[in-house]
C-alpha cells in the first residue's frame, strides 16, 4: 500500500470520527439551549448519514483502488462541501452557538466547542487537499486524467 493510500485511509477514519463529534456538539448545544438533547440524537443521525458517504468511500478507493477509482471526483466534491458548509458557519456568525459548548473534559481542562469545530475544519481541509494533489507524471488531457492520478494509489 501506498503512502497516499494509507492517508486516505486514515483520512477516512478521521471522517468517522468527526461524524461522531459533529453529532455530539450539535446534541450538547441543543441542551445548552434547553432542549432535550437525547432525543434529537434519532434526528441528527437521520440527517447526517450521507455525511458518512465521503469516509466509506474513501475507504473503498484506499482499500481497492483500481475497483473504485471512478470515486475520486464524488470524494472532492464531499470533502469540498464541507469545507464550503464549515466556512458559511464562519462567516454566517452561527459558529457562536458553540462557543459556550464544552465538549471534551480532559483534566481541569474544557475543550471548547469553537475549538474542536476549527480542528474538524483544519482536518477536513488537509483531507480535501490530498484527494487535490494530482498523481505524480498526471499530464494527459482532462478525459484520461482520473485514471492517471489512480496510479499513487496503486
Known sequence: MTAR???LALGSLWDLVR??????????????????GAAMVPWLLLAGTGNLLVPVGGLM?????QRYGSLLGL?????G???FSFVLLLVSGSIRSAVNASVVHVGGRALSGVAL?????????????LLMIPAAGARLPLAGLAEAEMKDFH
Open 117 to 129: 469545530v476549527l480542528g474538524l475544519f483544519a482536518l477536513d481541509a488537509a483531507f480535501l487537499a
Open 81 to 83: 462541501l464541507s469545507v
Open 75 to 79: 470524494l472532492r466534491l464531499g470533502k
Open 5 to 7: 493510500r494509507v492517508l
Open 19 to 36: 461524524f461522531y463529534l459533529v453529532i455530539s456538539l450539535l446534541t450538547l448545544i441543543v441542551r445548552s439551549a434547553g432542549g432535550e
Open 61 to 65: 478507493l484506499a482499500l481497492f483502488p
